[in-house]
């Protein structure tokens, strides 16, 4: 099993649209939590990171569930510049590493 | 904001060569840097963990003598790959950290997109 599952993609929406990802993570010690987007081929960039409160940043809202070890990204009212990888990424221990899902692909169509 | 540059930006060459990827920290000391590798469409693996003055920390499956981690400046990490074949053909990303609490944030490279023809 994969540390770190996301929804398959591609997800394809109109301009406007709203839309949610999912991602799932297996090892519970896991103890910071990210949401990135990649562009293609370049390298991913933070998008926000995301607390068990849950948090906002303008159109786009986290949610973060460690009883069920599931992230979520909300994404409001969808611009085509939206368009783009979006990986779900956690941190284990204290080493900084990232452990980065496979990755969500969403593209936003006029 | 933090700033991380990576050199060169694209390689072609024959196989067997062996190619030298550059990560620097241009306006901070980076204590840690990362080496990623990422195949298309596949999520970026993270490859070793570099800290300044040390032996890198490589992942199970990274051969050690084949990626070759030298971060001995606290701006510079290289990463060689040696006696490269088509299937090292990847795209190679390094982040690099501050002396911060869990080593958050990382500030990513542009990264490398080696070809091995």
């Known amino acids: 099993r994969k540390e770190v599952e996301q929804d398959p993609g591609p997800f394809n929406v109109p301009e406007g649209a709203t839309v949610a990802f999912n991602c799932t993570y297996s090892?519970?010690?896991?103890?910071?939590f990210f949401w990135y987007r990649q562009d293609c081929r370049k390298e991913p960039k933070l998008l926000m990171s995301v607390y068990s409160s849950g948090n906002e940043d303008g159109r786009f809202t986290a949610q973060l569930n460690r009883a069920s070890q599931y992230i979520s990204l909300l994404i409001r009212d969808s611009k085509l510049s939206d368009s783009a990888t979006y990986l779900c990424v956690v941190t284990t221990g204290n080493t900084g590493k990232l452990i980065f899902g496979q990755g969500t692909t969403l593209q936003v169509k006029p | 904001g933090a700033v991380v540059s990576q050199h060169p930006s694209w390689v072609i060459c024959k196989s067997g060569t062996s190619v030298k990827i550059e990560c620097r920290s241009l306006?901070?000391?980076?204590?840690?840097m990362f080496w990623y590798r990422q195949f298309p469409k596949q999520s970026l693996m993270l490859m070793a963990t570099?800290?300044?003055?040390?032996?890198?920390?490589?992942e199970q499956g990274v051969e050690k003598d084949k990626f070759l981690i030298n971060h001995a400046s606290l701006t510079l990490s290289t990463l060689t790959v040696t006696s490269a074949h088509p299937e090292d053909s990847s795209f190679y990303i390094c982040?690099?950290?501050?002396?911060?609490?869990?080593?958050?944030?990382?500030?990513f490279g542009d990264g490398t997109r080696l070809s091995i023809l």
């Open positions: 982040s690099a950290t501050e002396d911060s609490p869990f080593n958050q944030p990382q500030h």
């Open positions: 090892n519970s010690a896991s103890q910071s």
């Open positions: 570099s800290n300044e003055g040390s032996k890198a920390t490589y």
């Open positions: 306006d901070f000391q980076a204590t840690t």
